[in-house]
């Protein structure tokens, strides 16, 4: 799927000065509504990409038409910017789910400051919201599967909102682990994070939710740990001395 814009961060800094920053998919125009009154079409287009999201939060189907009534604005118009239903529940699940996650984790690592802490705080907070909004972000992932979909007028690519929800946690840690060993453990991190672990686990495994959070947390925190020895190892060894020449 094609990436259609960049990101608008969101963050915020709490009392222990770590800075929780997200980027949340940006809602763009699409190709054919470029030029003209670029502000105009814009506002038009958030406003029926959350009227949709409304819906799509409260488990309920809805035409164009009736997403074009709730935001007040003209079918007609609606009809030019999501010229079919799948289009704007592909949009709208995936602003909505990023708005949850959003808030969610935001708030639960307002008062954790150590990096292992706020590692957990994230994947718990991301266990709960994905319970409480399983229709949510299964929508979303039905969405961003669907060949329909891969085109990117329909559908912007998730832009690594998990990264940098993971950089929040423990970005700290860059500099002792090193750009290379971070960037991989961030990696093998996200496979933890998400409704695709949450699908693996319990769909696939069929593991029971209670159990699933304890293996996310588990496998983690056992990452986390074992990318910290790394490093340790790697500073406590010394190079061998050259030998002294005649």
Known sequence: MSHHGNGVPSQSTNLQGHTTQFAVPPLTIMSNLAGGRTNQKLRTH???????????????????????????????????????????????????????????????????????????????????????????YRTMLRMSLSGENAHEDVLPRRLGARKGVLNSAIGSLRAQLGDKRYDKLTAALSLFLGIESAVVLGDVCLVPADKARDVKVWGASVLLAGAMAETSQGAGQTKPRRSATS
Do not use: W
């Open 46 to 136: 958030v406003a029926l990409v959350e009227s949709a999201a409304q819906f799509v939060r409260d488990g309920k189907s809805f035409t164009v038409a009736e997403v074009a009534d709730r935001a007040k604005v003209g079918r007609t118009t609606a009809y030019r910017y999501f010229p079919s239903v799948e289009t704007l529940i592909a949009q709208a699940s995936l602003h909505a789910t990023t708005e949850v996650e959003k808030n969610s984790i935001g708030a639960a690592l307002e008062s954790k400051a150590s990096a292992e802490e706020r590692l957990r705080a994230v994947l718990e907070a991301s266990d709960e919201s994905i319970a409480a909004h399983e229709h949510l």
